[in-house]
């Protein structure tokens, strides 16, 4: 099976744009998840989205969106875009059992800079 | 709310010795799941190993091993035989189950990075 991944690889933003990050789960996983890296922060958790509707969401501003198309493709968009927004950002999918994600495969990540 | 800390942010190991990552959580549930994850250089997050709460035995991946202590709510990764290609940032990770609606919880550490000295 392929695995998960993620486009664009790399991008340069500035300040006050948008940019919308696009993932492709393994076939037949139905749940994707989104995080932030950032060498301060970590790993935080933007939100999940399963069946085209999100399920769980973190502690990010309204600027921070996504979607779920019914291929189960996602797609995250950061709107107004801030310099704090630089990070790497991962996309992960889950199989489920009993609609309950265990084991999260990730993909290679897009690493935003804004300037 | 849980929490995930780990508190080597950097270590080092000779290649072929053993090395220990230490993580502790807090939680009030009982029924969770524990994760280790890699980050190697080149960025890919991958599985290294898992152990689910209501299992006393501690789980094993060839050279990786966990020590889970959940009345001291730790868990901690063993590399046996380390090698040049364990070189990477681990993630220690908290996972809530048993919720009902599908929302859960999956809590990431700040990492540690580990180097596998020649």
């Known amino acids: 099976k392929a695995g998960v991944t993620q486009t664009p690889r790399y991008l340069i933003k500035t300040r006050g744009q948008q940019v919308t990050l696009s993932c492709s789960p393994i076939s037949g996983h139905r749940s994707v998840s989104w995080y932030q890296q950032t060498p301060g922060q970590g790993l935080q958790f933007l939100f999940e989205?399963?069946?085209?509707?999100?399920?769980n969401k973190g502690n990010f501003p309204g600027r921070f969106s996504g979607r779920q198309f019914s291929n189960s493709r996602s797609e995250m968009n950061v709107s107004t875009l801030e310099l704090g927004d630089s990070a790497l950002y991962l996309c992960?999918?889950?199989?489920?059992?009993?609609?309950?994600?265990?084991?999260?495969?990730f993909g290679p990540g897009t690493r935003l800079t804004v300037t | 709310a849980q929490t995930v800390t780990q508190s080597q942010p950097e270590m080092s190991v000779q290649e072929a010795e053993t090395v220990t990552l230490s993580c502790t959580y807090d939680t009030s549930e009982s029924n969770y799941y524990l994760f280790w994850y890699k980050q190697p250089p080149s960025r890919q997050m991958i599985l290294v190993i898992r152990?689910?709460?209501?299992?006393?035995q501690n789980a094993t991946e060839n050279r990786f091993s966990v020590n889970f202590q959940k009345a001291a709510k730790s868990f901690s990764l063993k590399i046996s035989d380390s090698q040049l290609g364990d070189t990477a940032m681990y993630f220690c990770?908290?996972?809530?189950?048993?919720?009902?609606?599908?929302?859960?919880?999956?809590?990431f550490g700040t990492g540690t990075r580990l180097k596998v000295l020649a």
């Open positions: 152990q689910e709460a209501y299992k006393q």
């Open positions: 989205y399963f069946s085209e509707t999100q399920r």
């Open positions: 990770a908290f996972m809530k189950t048993g919720l009902a609606s599908g929302t859960y919880k999956y809590i």
């Open positions: 992960a999918s889950s199989s489920l059992k009993d609609r309950i994600i265990y084991e999260q495969y």
